[in-house]
């Protein structure tokens, strides 16, 4: 596990012409499936005055080797109800008999993720599944915006599992997705720290380009490509490996 610490992201947000490289590690990352051109914002767009949408399942792919095929799961959407001021999402994962209860506040805060059993009780404690639960409990906490307005020349913030501080976005335009009106962003994060289990330092770069779905604030779409350098104790490098990943909302 790496210890988080946010470093400078105006390069990996800016893109100058100048720098960019056919190999730019950038251009692994996914495309979005948008439906038309990327349009201007003329004027502030607010977002997540819903709390959930027409979605019945969360599915990421994750290259977890490269020249690997990406690996897919997904988490899908049993129950959707009004909740505590909030929304109240029931979820579960084929194959694993992994159940979640989720609650999105009216604010587009998660303040609940855990496992539960078919008759709603807590379950017994077991390592494997909350392992699984705790990768699928930051992964949903990044989809999920709190509610806020957009404008077109303002960076806005991310939650990044790991990080205090988060990613930064920097919005691009308007587009749709399934005749959805989404927002089209590019973010990025930077993290280092020593790898658990061993002495390498590492440094993490993360490149997203987000959809966020305006009605709810939550991300329907990312493609993004993360770059992981590692260092011997001595300062030098081991090498780069860059992956590609998606996860939708479908």
Known sequence: ???????????????PVAAQQAADWRAAAPPLPLQGAVR?????????????????????????????????????VVEVRPDRGG???????????????????????????????????A??????????LASWRGQF????????????????PMRVEGSARGGTCRPEGLSSINQRPVVVARCAVELAGRLRGGDSEARVAIFARVAVDV?????????YATRIETFTANGRSNGVVVTPSRLVLE
Do not use: H, K, Y
Request: hydrophobic share 40%; glycine share 12%; charged share 20%.
């Open 215 to 223: 009605a709810t604030g939550l991300i329907s779409a990312q493609g």
């Open 1 to 15: 596990m790496i210890r988080a610490v946010l470093l400078v992201l105006s390069l990996l947000l800016g893109w």
């Open 40 to 76: 201007p914002i003329t004027s502030g767009v607010a977002i997540g005055s819903a709390g959930w949408g027409p979605w019945r399942s969360i599915c990421r792919e994750q290259t977890t080797r490269p020249g690997r095929p990406p690996q897919r799961d997904c988490l899908t």
């Open 123 to 132: 379950p017994p404690a077991d390592e494997a599944r909350e392992a699984l």
């Open 141 to 156: 906490a990044t989809l999920s915006l709190s509610v806020r307005q957009i404008n077109g020349r303002e960076d806005f």
């Open 87 to 121: 929304t109240r999402l029931v979820l579960a994962q084929p194959g694993t008999g992994l159940r979640i209860a989720a609650l999105r506040g009216s604010d587009g805060r998660i303040t609940e993720f855990s496992a539960i059993q078919p008759d709603g009780s």
